[in-house]
């Protein structure tokens, strides 16, 4: 069974800065591509970045110049900086991984989701 957990949510206030993190457990071969996912009220969750195994990164265009995403494939573990955050950046925040299971079949997990609020 592979778990996602993340970590690093909370309330900052606007300019502000949050580093989220989540981290791949259990039994599997590989991760290849791991992305950070978020979805505010009323709205659809949309993809905010990600980053494949041999380290190509996307963002999402509103998050250009203010997020980075890093990972460490020896730790199976991928972080979100976020930095100069803005009101419209609230949300739930989800880790997202495509993983190559010992039998070499790739399955996609979720992990529970943490939340960021950005508000004065």
């Known amino acids: 069974q592979v778990q996602l957990v993340e970590s690093g949510g909370g309330l900052v206030q606007p300019g502000g800065s949050l580093r989220l993190s989540c981290a791949a457990s259990?039994?599997?071969?590989?991760?290849?591509?791991m992305r950070w996912f978020r979805q505010a009220p009323g709205k659809e969750r949309e993809l905010v970045a990600r980053?494949?195994?041999?380290?190509?990164?996307n963002y999402t265009d509103s998050v250009k110049g203010r997020f980075t995403i890093s990972r460490d494939s020896a730790k199976n573990t991928v972080s979100l900086q976020m930095n100069s955050l803005k009101p419209e950046d609230t949300a739930v925040y989800y880790c997202?991984?495509?993983?190559?299971?010992?039998?070499?079949?790739?399955?996609?997990?979720w992990g529970q989701g943490t939340q960021v609020t950005v508000s004065s």
């Open positions: 997202n991984a495509n993983v190559v299971l010992i039998s070499r079949a790739i399955a996609e997990y």
């Open positions: 259990g039994s599997f071969f590989s991760i290849n591509a």
């Open positions: 980053i494949t195994s041999v380290g190509t990164i």
